[in-house]
């Protein structure tokens, strides 16, 4: 009989599930420019943990030698801590790893500053940057910087990718910042290399709410359309406090399960691994998703109210964590669901890329 760890449930196996490619996230800093509300990584001015960067360069090795597909800075701002993270960049692809980087661009003053700040990441190695934007970023990084920021990477054909902040009532969307002048004016052939998306926005507590476009938010007419979570168990994320997260980063930090090991205990990495593959929650999110379970938590309790309240897959998890209701749901039934986990694994990890490969053949 499997034992219970908080609401994880503990196994032992033999190889590990996911066969997939995983991703390392480095968090040098918590520190950041601005202070968002809700920020999903709980960063501000007042952040002061900061990742050593020998701790930065023993978790490229080691993720090379585990075979890690690709590598991620983030934070916080990153670019706080601009000596390291160039070494970091350089690092990494000293060890063939594609590099991409996430920013608010506040150090995009202007296009001039801008383009001296891409020309030494390009020049360090850097694959890819994401710029994040919208409301509650742009009380603290004006838009025009992002704007600067995106023009700059385009002119150097870095793939540039934009996420904006969601909500029923944004003022920056989507439109708005495609038909900004510097962004406007790119030539068709620079476009090729500029993405923008919007992302909900989600408060950090679970019992809040905010309001979504309609066919945003999850309710028991979409949710059978919901993926399993791509980042649990693909994503390992070293934070600025050396902690070792399990996922990309939203919300972790207020989840001690989500937290599986630390920098300075040898082997952290390998053995991150091997722990949350060994969870069963964790399996279940991956190739589930947390709005399933919250769905099927509801069907046992029907005091678990959850239709049209959340339209990020982050705000179901930090729901499945915190609260009591649908972790005793878990506790008392999990059981029922092994078995469809059980296929649901065997559908991505097997079946279906070997019928893909025997089709390509």
Not at 66 to 74: C, E, I, P, Q, W
Not at 78 to 89: F, P, Q, S, Y
Not at 296 to 325: G, T, V
Request: charge should be neutral; include cysteine; proline fraction near 5%.
């Amino acid at each position: 009989m499997p034992t219970e760890v908080a609401t994880g449930i503990a196994l032992s196996p033999q190889r590990h599930f996911y066969q997939g490619p995983r991703t390392l996230s480095i968090m040098p800093t918590f520190t950041c420019p601005a202070a968002c509300s809700d920020c999903g990584t709980l960063s501000s001015p007042r952040e002061r943990a900061r990742l050593e960067i020998h701790h930065i360069i023993s978790a490229l090795d080691k993720a090379r030698e585990l075979g890690f597909r690709n590598v991620v800075f983030t934070g916080g701002e990153a670019t706080l801590r601009w000596k390291d993270l160039l070494l970091g960049i350089r690092h990494a692809r000293s060890l063939d790893f594609p590099v991409r980087l996430v920013t608010n661009a506040y150090w995009a003053r202007n296009l001039e500053a801008a383009r001296k700040k891409l020309e030494a990441l390009i020049a360090a190695g850097l694959s890819e940057i994401n710029y994040s934007t919208g409301d509650e970023h742009v009380k603290f990084v004006p838009i025009e910087r992002v704007a600067c920021a995106v023009r700059a990477a385009c002119e150097r054909a870095l793939p540039v990718h934009v996420m904006i902040e969601l909500k029923s009532d944004n003022s920056v969307t989507r439109e708005k910042f495609l038909n900004h002048p510097m962004v406007a004016q790119l030539s068709a052939e620079e476009c090729k290399h500029l993405s923008v998306k919007t992302s909900p926005w989600m408060p950090m507590d679970h019992s809040a709410t905010y309001s979504y476009p309609p066919e945003n938010a999850v309710n028991r007419y979409n949710v059978g359309m919901r993926p399993g979570c791509d980042s649990v168990l693909q994503t390992y994320t070293i934070q600025a406090d050396g902690r070792v997260g399990a996922c990309c980063g939203l919300g972790m930090r207020t989840v001690p399960e989500l937290n599986v090991g630390h920098v300075g205990r040898q082997g952290a990495l390998r053995r991150a691994i091997t722990d949350s593959e060994a969870d069963f929650l964790k399996l279940w999110i991956h190739y589930e998703g947390p709005e399933r379970i919250i769905a099927w938590a509801s069907r046992h309790n029907p005091d678990i109210k959850w239709e049209d309240r959340y339209a990020h897959h982050c705000q179901f998890c930090l729901r499945l964590y915190h609260d009591d209701d649908v972790r005793q749901v878990v506790r008392d039934h999990w059981e029922e669901v092994i078995s469809m986990v059980l296929q649901s694994a065997w559908l991505d990890e097997v079946y279906v890329p070997q019928a893909v490969a025997g089709f390509l053949k």
